[in-house]
């Protein structure tokens, strides 16, 4: 009996890029005759030319779908926006600018199929982007493991197999702001990361990921699943207050001893400026917990589906 494998891939490259990993998908598969295969793709709001490749693809082979966003609702959004259209026993989800190696599709899919876990991530030896991108993931790295308890040292790649169960409860979040990490790490501790080679871009084209859209997916993380950051506001609140009351209590005591101690204007006004940008730092991050609260009890929608094909 054929197992099927459901591929969900978030499309914003160009028409080439998308040709080719859909064509290594059908080869990929073809190996393993007791798997099928069916591909979702994603357009979020991509180049008009993508969308037109897409259609195209749909229209040869029935098992290519297509779902259509109304407007660009960014990345996790849009890998949502597929996963709750699949149909197989296990998810594989990648992108579409052809650095998945999609070739290691059976080691990354073993551990899964042979139950030593619920959710398998690529690890790549070396990550093919530029330094400010590494340094980006290492801080996103380091956050997660403090905010959502992620095991030590596990990074979540773009490349990744899950069972059709964590699937089924990711799509059960209905609030905007989805974070995929947070999602997965709610229903699962049981992830494994299998090491392997990752591939250059298969275009010229560079990231899509600009430092606006890294920081707004860094305070998405931070604020998304977990209410540390405000714990963290308290105890730096307690913390100042207290050295603040100190510092009082050492300047009365310093200038009863020698009276001849001048103000000190220039550490008053620094100590001022410090304390003040602290106390807006916490009321900007309780205002944001305030805002997504606000946006969801108004249902503000994940994503908007234009329309689809072969689905």
């Not at 890029?17 to 979020?44: C, H, M, S, W």
């Not at 999609?102 to 030593?116: A, F, I, R, T």
């Not at 009321?283 to 108004?298: A, K, S, V």
Request: glycine share 6%; proline share 5%.
């Amino acid at each position: 009996m054929e197992q099927l494998l459901s591929f969900v891939i978030p499309c914003y490259r160009s028409e080439h890029t998308i040709r080719k990993v859909v064509g290594e998908i059908a080869e990929t598969v073809a190996e393993r005759p007791q798997f099928a295969y069916e591909i979702i793709l994603v357009n979020d709001c991509s180049p008009d030319q993508v969308y037109e490749e897409m259609k195209l693809l749909a229209e040869k082979d029935q098992r290519i779908k297509v779902v259509n966003l109304a407007k660009n609702m960014g990345k996790h959004a849009a890998v949502l926006a597929g996963y709750a259209y699949v149909k197989g026993r296990y998810i594989v989800n990648l992108d579409d600018d052809f650095q998945s190696p999609v070739c290691e599709l059976w080691k990354l899919l073993e551990p899964v199929v042979n139950d030593s876990c619920d959710y398998a991530t690529a690890s790549y030896y070396k990550k093919q982007q530029s330094a400010f991108k590494n340094f980006g993931s290492n801080i996103n790295l380091h956050m997660s493991e403090v905010l959502l308890e992620k095991p030590k040292g596990l990074r979540f790649e773009n490349f990744s197999v899950m069972k059709r169960f964590v699937c089924d409860e990711i799509v059960n979040y209905k609030n905007p702001y989805p974070y995929l990490e947070g999602l997965v790490l709610r229903v699962t501790q049981r992830v494994v990361a299998v090491p392997m080679e990752q591939r250059p871009r298969g275009d010229a084209m560079g990231t899509g990921f600009t430092f606006r859209k890294s920081f707004a997916l860094l305070l998405n993380g931070l604020t998304a699943f977990s209410i540390k950051p405000l714990r963290f506001a308290t105890l730096a609140g307690f913390l100042f207050s207290a050295a603040g009351f100190l510092w009082g209590v050492y300047t009365i005591v310093h200038k009863l001893q020698n009276p001849a101690v001048p103000m000190g204007y220039s550490s008053l006004a620094a100590i001022l400026l410090f304390s003040s940008g602290l106390v807006m730092l916490m009321l900007g991050m309780i205002g944001e917990y305030l805002g997504r609260i606000y946006i969801c009890i108004n249902d503000s929608p994940q994503y908007v589906v234009r329309d689809t094909i072969n689905l």
